[in-house]
């Protein structure tokens, strides 16, 4: 036997054993998440040995870490300043503390392992979504209701639709089912074609109907900036307002329609207005400055609990972390945009800036799977391994 080969399948084994547990184990209710955890650990730890004998990253990746590194300190120092226990930081904001491992756990393999690992990890992930959807479609309801059971843990929804146009339809979303949209957008742009059909396809079955919506405008937009209708310049520079555009649509939203807003039980559209005017209705001076702290709870609208987490991941952002959180999160994307256009990685650009605004519907955006897209982009533009020499 080749043993070349058996090491390269090992590493590519890995490599898609890690990327699938963060995504079917979001939330970490099976615990094989801690094991992926592990191993980039251990992966990482071995790249900084090799830092450490002189060797370095562009200076844009170091400076990415700083800005996020940042924005944990000053998590911290909102959630002491609202009386909340500190520990809440290491629950909330985990992805970020844990971003420069999974950084260096990239660079322990090469590109084209990285790729090929992120999206046979993201296969894997909808082979056991297509698994319980089928499951659902051909198993007596009181049958299915029992496989749902095993899902109770899962962050998620996994329940059967009746009296839809199809008859009954089973709803199957895992919290990491909108981190499919950058697994189909990076196979498309890497001419992975066949299995971009096939993650679109995954994402049309769970009724993810923005995240379709964001690969195909996706492929528009490259099609755009490849006939010199859209000026590539726009992937860099839009990082630089994009927080200002974003938060000046929350407001706008607020106050044209917060008096003549009308809750609607199970209307997702409803449901996220109420969690916008409801945040701004109870925001004070010190809460827009600082927020609320990571762990704070609010009751939106409709609700008829306290939710320490919401669907729209960038109102989510601001409401624990304040204005100056939020542009220190954002603040972060500066280098990176940056990086990748200097790199003239344009699909990794529009990957990027779809995925952001598919979190508009999810709350992944300080999640790990974020911090791990971050990596993979970062790994997939960066030619070799190391670098000898500081890239600006």
């Known amino acids: ?3 070349t080969k058996l090491k390269g399948n090992f590493r590519l084994a890995i490599i898609t054993f890690v990327f699938f547990c963060f995504l079917i184990d979001s939330g970490s209710p099976i615990g094989i998440r801690n094991i992926a955890f592990l191993i980039v650990l251990f992966c990482a730890v071995l790249t900084m040995i090799g830092l450490c004998k002189g ?3 562009p200076i844009n990746i170091y400076l990415l870490i700083m800005l996020a590194l940042i924005f944990v300190v000053f998590g911290a120092f909102t959630t002491v300043i609202n009386l909340l226990d500190v520990t809440n930081v290491f629950k909330w904001l985990s992805a970020f503390i844990s971003l420069p491992f999974f ?5 322990f393999f090469s590109k084209r392992d990285i790729l090929i690992g992120y999206i046979s990890g993201g296969i894997c992930f909808c082979i056991i979504i297509l698994t319980v959807f ?5 198993l007596p309801e009181n049958i299915i209701t029992l496989v749902f059971l095993v899902f109770e843990d899962f962050p998620g929804w996994f329940y059967l639709r009746h009296n839809t ?4 339809y089973p709803n199957i979303y895992f919290q990491a089912t909108l981190c499919i949209v950058p697994l189909a957008i990076v196979s498309y742009f890497q001419g992975y074609k066949k299995c971009a059909f096939f993650f679109s396809m995954t994402l049309i079955l769970c009724l993810s109907r923005f995240g379709f919506f964001s690969v195909i405008v996706a492929i528009l937009i490259n099609k755009l ?8 310049e726009m992937l860099r520079t839009s990082w630089l307002v994009l927080p200002f555009v974003i ?3 929350f407001i706008s939203f607020f106050l044209l329609f917060s008096s003549s807003y009308t809750y609607e039980e199970f209307n997702g559209s409803s449901i996220r207005a109420g969690y916008i005017i409801s945040i701004f209705n109870d925001l004070s001076i010190k809460s827009f400055i ?7 709870y609010f009751s939106p609208i409709g609700s008829y609990s306290w939710v320490d987490n919401i669907e729209i991941s960038q109102l989510e952002v601001f409401r624990k972390y304040g204005i100056i959180g939020f542009l220190l999160f954002h603040s972060t994307f500066v280098p990176l945009a940056f990086y990748l256009y200097k790199k003239r990685c344009f699909s990794f650009l529009i990957t990027l800036f779809m995925f952001y605004i598919a979190c508009l519907s999810n709350p992944v955006l300080l999640s790990f799977n974020f911090s791990i897209l971050l990596s993979v982009l970062i790994r997939l533009s960066t030619h070799g391994g190391y670098t000898t020499k500081k890239l600006t």
Do not use: E, Q
């Open 1 to 3: 036997m080749n043993i």
């Open 55 to 57: 060797r370095t990253f």
């Open 103 to 107: 950084i260096f756990f990239m660079f």
């Open 134 to 138: 089928t499951l659902a479609l051909v």
């Open 165 to 168: 146009m199809v008859g009954t």
């Open 225 to 232: 900036l490849n006939s010199k209708l859209l000026p590539t």
């Open 247 to 249: 938060l000046t649509l």
């Open 290 to 296: 600082f927020g609320d702290g990571a762990g704070s």
